[in-house]
């Protein structure tokens, strides 16, 4: 999804999605929730607020959007015009996830090996041909 700057003086009362409204002269910035709920979002811009960035593939707006107040909950970022959403597993958290359920398994199966190769030890003491 993309999200594309508009430039304003002052904030329009209908909002279309997809637009991200800045006003410079008051510092502010608001667009339509992403997710399509309809919500406002109003980020007031300043050096403790969201920081604006212009690329020429669109808006960079940090920090994320997190709509945690509102009903839908939604969390994203806009980066040089895209939406990215932030769910509640990021691209790395399902990598690292994937990779702890592999090391897993690799345990699992050490240990089978272990047990096998112990029996075998096992067997060759009773029948007297290992010490
Ligand atoms: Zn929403």
Redesign the pocket.
Known sequence: MRIELRHVEFMPQQLEPGILYVSLEFGTAQHL???????T?RTPLGPAEWSLQETAAGPTLRPSIG?WQ?????HYWIHKGSIHWEGSWTEAQVVAGRARDQARLQRHLDQQQKQRGGNWQRLLRFLGLKD
């Open positions: 929730c992403a997710c399509g709920c309809g919500s979002v709509n509102r009903p839908c909950h939604s």
